[in-house]
């Protein structure tokens, strides 16, 4: 079996944040030359969120992001959520997307993609917040944005469905796996120190083993059509593995 793959995407970019956080991760990362995916929010309205330092200098720091060739990703719109019932990504009963009507996704997301064009950005990935999006956010992504690759999903590489490339996205937190590709999604504003040196101890050993974004974009293996089955499989797992927490409770 080949070893594992490492990718890291770093959410809830945005000008409210805590800015010594996001400062620690990158150096960090960027001591072992490794760039993860930022994911941006454009407007962000979430009240917890909302709750942290404004950062007046934040489409100037994405801009620089940018110059220095990090992958950077569409993170919703405002990152306020509704209460759902069937997402895409079984694992939240909420979102900003599912189950709005496809006229009110467009709105949405070509609201979002309006401010970071706006800004000089150009994102390549979607990054669904809560992980919570149908197949109208899709259509919508397709139909006001030039982004096809999605960073979402359950499987052990990346893979084409619904029109997109999915390169999945498993852990939230740095660990050894035995083979295959994987995202593990961080969210800086929420690291303790903790997670500061557990993810040094992680980086020290395996970062030879992380490469960047556009080499697993660019892997022609992903086309093949049964690896989206993989994905499917781990979703009937999840749900089944939700319906049996329910009825046990």
Same mark, same amino acid.
């Given at each position: 079996?080949?070893?594992?793959?490492?990718?890291?995407?770093?959410?809830?970019?945005?000008?409210?944040?805590?800015?010594?956080?996001?400062?620690?991760?990158?150096?960090?990362?960027?001591?072992?030359?490794?760039?993860?995916?930022?994911?941006?929010?454009?407007?962000?309205?979430?009240?917890?969120?909302?709750?942290?330092?404004?950062?007046?200098?934040?489409?100037?720091?994405?801009?620089?992001?940018?110059?220095?060739?990090?992958?950077?990703?569409?993170?919703?719109?405002?990152?306020?959520?509704? !209460?759902?019932?069937?997402?895409?990504?079984?694992?939240?009963?909420?979102?900003?997307?599912?189950?709005?009507?496809?006229?009110?996704?467009?709105?949405?997301?070509?609201?979002?993609?309006?401010?970071? !064009?706006?800004?000089?950005?150009?994102?390549?990935?979607?990054?669904?917040?809560?992980?919570?999006?149908?197949?109208?956010?899709?259509?919508?992504?397709?139909?006001?944005?030039?982004?096809?690759?999605?960073?979402?999903?359950?499987?052990?590489?990346?893979?084409?469905? !619904?029109?997109?490339?999915?390169?999945?996205?498993?852990?939230?937190?740095?660990?050894?796996?035995?083979?295959?590709?994987?995202?593990?999604?961080?969210?800086?504003?929420?690291?303790?120190?903790?997670?500061?040196?557990?993810?040094?101890?992680?980086?020290?050993?395996?970062?030879?083993?992380?490469?960047?974004?556009?080499?697993?974009?660019?892997?022609?293996?992903?086309?093949?059509?049964?690896?989206?089955?993989?994905?499917?499989?781990?979703?009937?797992?999840?749900?089944?593995?939700?319906?049996? !927490?329910?009825?046990?409770?």
């Amino acid at each position: 079996m080949k070893s594992a793959r490492y990718l890291f995407r770093l959410d809830d970019a945005c000008s409210y944040q805590k800015k010594e956080n996001w400062e620690r991760v990158l150096s960090l990362f960027s001591s072992y030359f490794i760039k993860p995916l930022i994911a941006i929010i454009p407007d962000c309205q979430d009240p917890e969120l909302c709750m942290l330092p404004y950062q007046d200098d934040f489409w100037e720091q994405a801009r620089q992001w940018q110059a220095d060739e990090y992958p950077l990703a569409l993170h919703g719109y405002q990152h306020r959520f509704h !209460k759902t019932k069937k997402n895409l990504i079984p694992l939240n009963p909420y979102s900003e997307f599912s189950e709005l009507p496809l006229k009110e996704q467009r709105s949405k997301i070509k609201k979002a993609w309006g401010i970071v !064009k706006e800004q000089g950005l150009l994102l390549h990935y979607w990054v669904a917040p809560a992980h919570s999006f149908d197949a109208n956010t899709l259509l919508a992504l397709q139909e006001e944005t030039s982004i096809r690759i999605i960073s979402d999903g359950f499987a052990l590489t990346p893979f084409r469905w !619904k029109g997109f490339l999915w390169i999945p996205q498993q852990l939230w937190h740095p660990r050894p796996m035995m083979g295959g590709t994987y995202t593990i999604c961080l969210h800086p504003n929420e690291m303790e120190e903790k997670d500061f040196l557990l993810l040094q101890r992680f980086l020290e050993r395996y970062h030879q083993s992380c490469p960047s974004w556009d080499e697993v974009a660019q892997n022609k293996y992903a086309a093949f059509p049964w690896r989206r089955w993989e994905h499917k499989l781990f979703m009937y797992a999840k749900i089944l593995k939700n319906k049996l !927490k329910k009825r046990n409770n």
